[in-house]
């Protein structure tokens, strides 16, 4: 209970704050609609009244997007095209394999690169290099070229998921597979352990904590990657082809809906990732 106050008043302060700001941005707007209507006795009330219930406002207000989320989700029926979980659904499927084969690269790039540290001066540089280019800038890049092998679909954004996804889960995995200290090496040594005994009883299950907290990540980065990506191509649908269409025809409550739809989406994998992370830490004496 101690932390539900701060909780509570933080919370409280950040939609004060953000209906404040909602009046600001939204009054000039509102009062050139109330000019173009031939009204001109409005009381500041009024105003504020109004450009909280504007249909197309600069910044809406919670309550709109609540609104426009209990429609977009409940009242929509799950398979149709206007409502926002046909589209998360879409948005959810790419996200999941870019993140799988993301994961299993990143994996794998770790385990070489621990296993010969040549490969650590060799590739690393290249691996932080690669993600210095925009992913806004590289989405398209990826869905042309694939396109040209006739690679189309669910595939090319799978691809810049799993492109965003890799990099924190070879640098986590990296860390967490040195985390044993000399003296558990030479341990395992004194034993004639092979390198590969030494990894499978030691360095694997010391970088479970690691494996977690990079597949946190690396679920959130490949959400991003998803999204960005259905901007590029959004004629297949997703959150991101929402975020487009919302900007097109100036829908900025659809726009924050969708917004906030991919975040709730993001924030489950983290936590379902987070969840299996505590059993399993658990149950591997790692709980503190």
């Not at 095209?81 to 499927?93: D, F």
């Not at 998921?161 to 030479?186: E, N, W």
């Amino acid at each position: 209970m101690k932390n539900v106050l701060p909780v509570t008043i933080v919370l409280v302060a950040l939609f004060a704050l953000w209906y404040a700001a909602a009046a600001l941005m939204n009054a000039s707007l509102q009062e050139d609609m109330f000019a173009n209507a031939g009204e001109t006795n409005y009381t500041t009330g009024e105003l504020i009244a109004a450009t909280l219930e504007m249909e197309r406002p600069k910044l809406p207000a919670p309550h709109q997007i609540a609104a426009e989320l209990y429609k977009l989700v409940i009242e929509t029926p799950p398979t149709s095209k206007r409502g926002l979980v046909y589209h998360a659904t879409i948005t959810l499927e790419e996200t999941l394999i870019g993140f799988l084969f993301g994961a299993a690269f990143g994996i794998g790039l770790a385990v070489m690169i621990q296993s010969m540290r040549t490969l650590e001066r060799s590739m690393m540089p290249w691996i932080v290099a690669s993600q210095t280019v925009p992913i806004i800038a590289l989405a398209p890049m990826i869905v042309v070229i694939l396109n040209q092998f006739n690679i189309t679909g669910l595939a090319p954004k799978a691809v810049i998921a799993a492109y965003l996804s890799f990099f924190p889960i070879t640098v986590g995995m990296v860390k967490g597979f040195r985390t044993p200290d000399p003296l558990q090496i030479d341990l395992m040594r004194t034993y004639s352990a092979t390198q590969g005994q030494t990894f499978a009883k030691l360095r694997a299950p010391a970088s479970a904590p690691y494996f977690f907290a990079s597949m946190q990540i690396g679920a959130a980065a490949a959400l991003v990657g998803a999204v960005v990506a259905e901007v590029t191509k959004s004629e297949d649908g997703g959150l991101g082809a929402r975020l487009l269409a919302g900007s097109y025809y100036g829908q900025t409550v659809q726009i924050w809906a969708a917004l906030f739809t991919a975040t709730a989406l993001s924030a489950a994998l983290v936590g379902l990732i987070a969840l299996a992370g505590r059993i399993v830490l658990r149950r591997m004496a790692f709980s503190r």
